[in-house]
């Protein structure tokens, strides 16, 4: 088992900029990714930046330029600067977790933190 906590969500006014950070805890060696994914009331989860145990790095579309994953195998934790917000951005962040095993990967989600951007 895996678990996950965000902290680091709030309200910001459109241009703004928020560090969310997530820790993970628990069966967390081996081939995995972390991310943030973001869910808007009345739209699907969407993936806002994943970055894997080898480094590799994937954004969403949207926040390509304004947001930043990193992490910090040495303390489990995977961080996300969010620059020059915007409205759009509002929603729940949610921190993902992807452990590689045969023949699906395991998944795990933190409990979500509210990101509001105002106008």
């Known amino acids: 088992q895996v678990q996950l906590v965000e902290s680091g969500g709030g309200l910001v006014q459109a241009g703004g900029s928020l560090r969310l950070s997530c820790v993970a805890s628990g069966s967390i060696s081996g081939i995995n990714a972390l991310g943030w994914y973001r869910q808007a009331p009345g739209k699907q989860r969407e993936l806002v930046a994943r970055?894997?145990?080898?480094?590799?790095?994937n954004y969403g579309d949207s926040v390509k330029g304004r947001f930043t994953i990193s992490r910090d195998n040495a303390k489990n934790t995977v961080f996300l600067q969010m620059n020059n917000l915007k409205p759009e951005d509002t929603g729940v962040y949610y921190c993902?977790?992807?452990?590689?095993?045969?023949?699906?990967?395991?998944?795990?989600w933190g409990q979500g933190t509210q990101v509001t951007v105002s106008s």
């Open positions: 993902n977790f992807l452990k590689a095993r045969f023949p699906s990967p395991d998944e795990y």
């Open positions: 970055v894997s145990s080898g480094g590799s790095l």
